[in-house]
Nanobody, 124 residues
Framework: QVQLVESGGGLVQAGGSLRLSCAAS????????MGWFRQAPGKEREFVAA????????RYAESVKGRFTILRNNARNTVYLQMNSLKPEDTAVYYC?????????????????WGQGTQVTVSS
């Protein structure tokens, strides 16, 4: 059983920064692509960013491109989401997920294990 535990969420003013972390259990973390998704109140879950198993390739939603960076440390079984220049519309619960494909997919169906989520609130 794989467990994913997110941390780092919180309340920040618009223009500020947060760094989310997602710690994964298991010894095969380095063989899986990882992704971040988010869900705002009353909205469907949406893709934010993804990274291949080696970290060589990344993919971002257009809404966060240039502001967010996805990183991973395979030695620590951890994937990060560095969020800069935050906007009120970034307010959501953020989830990390483990990919079932080798590439950095934006499709939630390509992810099998999900964390419990961490709340990010950006005030205007």
């Amino acid at each position: 059983q794989v467990q994913l535990v997110e941390s780092g969420g919180g309340l920040v003013q618009a223009g500020g920064s947060l760094r989310l972390s997602c710690a994964a259990s298991g010894r095969t973390f380095s063989t899986y692509a990882m992704g971040w998704f988010r869900q705002a109140p009353g909205k469907e879950r949406e893709f934010v960013a993804a990274i291949t198993s080696s970290g060589s390739f990344t993919r971002y939603a257009e809404s966060v491109k240039g502001r967010f960076t996805i990183l991973r440390n395979n030695a620590r079984n951890t994937v990060y989401l560095q969020m800069n220049s935050l906007k009120p519309e970034d307010t959501a619960v953020y989830y990390c997920a483990r990919g079932t494909v080798s590439y950095s997919s934006y499709l939630s169906d390509d992810y099998d294990y999900w964390g419990q989520g961490t709340q990010v609130t950006v005030s205007s």
